[in-house]
C-alpha cells in the first residue's frame, strides 16, 4: 500500500470512503467538511493509505495545535473488506504524522478513545486521577497505543453520553 497526504482532489474519494464504511459517524458532505476544514490556530492535516489500484484503503485526519505545540489525531478509519477498523491497523499513516510532526516541531502526539471496553464504561468517574491508576482494558487499539509509545494522559468523562468517556492518549516526540 502507499501513503498519500491529503489534498483538496483527493478529498471526494476519502469522503466516500468514510461515508459509505460508517454512515452512523460521517454522511458524504460531512466528510468533505472535516477533511477541509482549515482554521488560524488549528490546523487540518491528513494523509491516506491505497491499493495498487488506487482504491483508498485508509486515512488519518489531524489537527496541528499550533499553541501547544501539539499534532492530535481527529479520526481515523481503515477498510478491512468492508469492516470498519481503527487505529491499529493504520501504523504506517500514523508513522508519517508522527514524522511530519517532528518535522514541525511539535512536541506531543496526541490522541483519544472512547471507553467501550474499558473498566470505567458506564460508571461514574469522580476521581480522574484514580480511574486511570486503575484504567484496564484489552482492546486491542488500545493496547496497540501502548505498544507504540502512547501513555493515558487524561480521562474526559461523560464526553459522548453519561458514563461514556473519552481516554485521553499522548506520545512525548524526541
Not at 489500484?53 to 477498510?79: H, M, N, P, Q
Not at 486521577?129 to 487499539?141: F, K
Request: with cysteine; aromatic share 10%.
Amino acid at each position: 500500500m502507499e501513503v498519500h497526504k491529503i489534498t483538496p482532489e483527493a478529498i471526494p474519494a476519502i469522503a466516500s470512503m468514510m461515508s459509505t464504511l460508517k454512515p452512523d459517524w460521517w454522511d458524504y458532505q460531512g466528510a468533505v467538511s472535516q477533511l477541509s476544514d482549515i482554521n488560524e490556530v488549528i490546523k487540518t492535516v491528513g494523509w491516506y493509505l491505497t491499493e495498487e489500484s488506487g482504491k483508498v484503503k485508509g486515512f488519518i485526519l489531524c489537527r496541528e495545535l499550533l499553541g501547544y505545540r501539539a499534532l492530535e489525531l481527529e479520526c481515523s478509519g481503515y477498510d478491512d473488506n468492508g469492516v470498519f477498523k481503527l487505529e491499529h491497523k493504520l501504523g504506517s499513516l500514523l508513522a508519517e504524522a508522527e514524522s511530519y510532526a517532528k518535522e514541525q516541531g511539535y512536541l506531543t502526539f496526541r490522541s483519544g478513545i472512547s471507553s467501550i471496553g474499558f473498566n470505567i464504561h458506564m460508571q461514574p468517574v469522580p476521581d480522574i486521577a484514580q480511574a486511570i491508576a486503575t484504567l484496564q482494558c484489552d482492546r486491542i487499539d488500545y493496547l496497540w497505543y501502548l505498544e507504540n509509545g502512547f501513555r493515558v494522559i487524561g480521562i474526559q468523562p461523560n464526553a459522548y453520553d453519561m458514563g461514556f468517556h473519552l481516554i485521553l492518549l499522548g506520545k512525548t516526540l524526541s
